[in-house]
């Protein structure tokens, strides 16, 4: 099993910059060095969806069109972190923020594809 536990999230201004972090623990190795991770969010009343996807091996990253040039996954592989550098951000990427991580795909952009989940940071961007 491996757990995913976020921080970073808090409330910010429209423009401002935020961090969030996801330390990975318990059998990391299950999920391989070339396994899949990436951030998600979920904004209510509506689906959760990928911000950021690539793998603990350095896979080019992926970012879909509503983040890309504003969202940065970077990972730390010796202390089992990933980041998630967030600029110039907007009231709409208001939404509570998730790690993920996969043991089945080295790539993947679609939550269904991952297998382990952290609890949630959330993020609130006012205008």
């Known amino acids: 099993q491996v757990q995913l536990v976020e921080s970073g999230g808090g409330l910010v201004q429209a423009g401002d910059s935020l961090v969030l972090s996801c330390v990975a623990s318990?059998?990391?190795?299950?999920?391989?060095?070339?396994?899949?991770v990436g951030w998600f969010r979920q904004a209510p009343g509506k689906e959760r969806e990928v911000v950021a996807a690539?793998?603990?091996?350095?896979?080019?990253?992926y970012y879909p069109t509503s983040v890309k040039g504003r969202f940065t996954v970077t990972r730390d592989n010796a202390k089992n972190t990933l980041h998630l550098q967030m600029n110039s951000l907007k009231p709409e990427d208001t939404a509570v923020y998730y790690c993920?991580?996969?043991?089945?795909?080295?790539?993947?952009?679609?939550?269904?594809?991952?297998?382990?989940w952290g609890q949630g940071t959330q993020v609130t961007v006012s205008s």
């Open positions: 993920a991580a996969s043991r089945r795909y080295s790539y993947a952009t679609d939550s269904r594809n991952y297998d382990y």
């Open positions: 318990g059998r990391t190795g299950s999920t391989g060095n070339d396994n899949a």
């Open positions: 690539t793998s603990w091996g350095g896979s080019t990253p």
